[in-house]
């Protein structure tokens, strides 16, 4: 599972931090998280095809999370797009599908679904599920859970045991089917080990803190939390909506994930060394997300690799406030 952070900044885009992005490669899938202004450049910097982008989900309707769906998707069609795309996000999403559908003048030769959805299994494949749940924020927020079907491991010694010949009937078995040796009758449970649990990555979207998110987060290997204030600011926080890095990091601890990654930084801070260190104090395997910042979360562990694509020092950014 590869996750690349495209933007990582909260209202307003700054010159290292564009607005909310994430994409997510799964097995054969490339799935895209949140679509704000400026997403298909930032595809293009990240050397990643928005030709290849299988689904999208949005968290919610906020302009730092959509305005750039209209440009990606007609560049989708100019470029010859064929295949269906499947846009998913809380109520509203069809309208705004519409709307884009219906902006300017274009065309596309591929059809556009949308899915409105609020809570439950979103996606379902051989490989993987998705599900969501509806998380705090001041309009309707859907937050995440990506989590791989891992099968049980195969006990090969068991089957040729049992008489399985060596052969298709193994891979039968391991995908769930019975198979018939010599008129007997092998049953998957008789040469598989105990259920495995799979790898699993949680996006908060923008939310206050909530129990809801602590359930859909347990155990996961990710969780990508927003962190739009520092503690200090918790007033502004509850005002907004939004989280400080010291309650997604509580948010963590309770959740039992292995890493925590903060995101969606208010461009009022020109340092994020406040909200690492504020998290990092009750949580402690927490990193912030740097716009390019790439995740592998592999077989026997999760690598961070912060790239560095776009640079300025911090004497260029603009204090922005909310």
């Not at 040729?160 to 008129?183: C, M, N, Q, S, T």
């Not at 998957?188 to 909530?210: I, M």
């Not at 602590?214 to 155990?219: D, H, Q, S, T, Y």
């Not at 925590?260 to 927490?286: C, G, M, P, Q, W």
């Amino acid at each position: 599972m590869e996750i690349t952070f495209l933007g990582t900044s909260s209202a307003v885009p700054t010159k290292t931090r564009n607005h909310a992005g994430i994409i997510l490669k799964y097995f054969k899938d490339t799935m895209l998280f949140d679509c704000g202004e400026g997403t298909q450049r930032q595809l293009a910097y990240a050397k990643i095809s928005p030709m290849k982008i299988d689904k999208i989900f949005i968290s919610h309707l906020h302009g730092d999370h959509i305005l750039g769906l209209a440009g990606l998707i007609q560049s989708m069609g100019f470029r010859g797009r064929t295949a269906d795309l499947d846009i998913y996000g809380p109520k509203g999403v069809e309208r705004l599908i519409y709307t884009i559908s219906n902006y300017g003048y274009y065309q596309i030769n591929f059809q556009i679904i949308p899915h409105e959805i609020d809570e439950g299994t979103v996606v379902e494949t051989d490989e993987y599920i998705i599900k969501s749940i509806l998380a705090e924020h001041n309009i309707d927020n859907i937050s995440y859970s990506i989590y791989e079907k891992k099968k049980p491991r195969f006990l090969r010694e068991k089957a040729i045991e049992l008489g399985v010949p060596v052969g298709p009937a193994f891979g039968k078995l391991h995908r769930g089917e019975e198979v018939e040796v010599d008129g007997k009758i092998i049953k998957p449970e008789q040469v598989l080990g105990p259920p495995r649990e799979g790898k699993k990555v949680c996006y908060s979207g923008d939310t206050r803190p909530c129990e809801k998110l602590i359930e859909l987060a347990k155990g996961s290997d990710v969780l990508i939390h927003e962190a739009t204030y520092e503690e200090a600011d918790k007033d502004k926080a509850i005002e907004h909506c939004h989280s400080t890095s010291k309650e997604a990091a509580e948010i963590a601890k309770k959740a039992d994930v292995k890493l925590l990654v903060l995101t969606h930084i208010s461009t009022r801070y020109t340092t994020d060394i406040n909200i690492k260190n504020e998290a990092k104090e009750v949580f402690e395997n927490t990193v912030v997300a740097n716009d390019f910042t790439e995740i592998n979360v592999g077989k026997d562990k999760t690598t961070i690799n912060f790239k560095n694509i776009l640079t300025v020092s911090n004497d260029d950014e603009d204090n922005n406030d909310e």
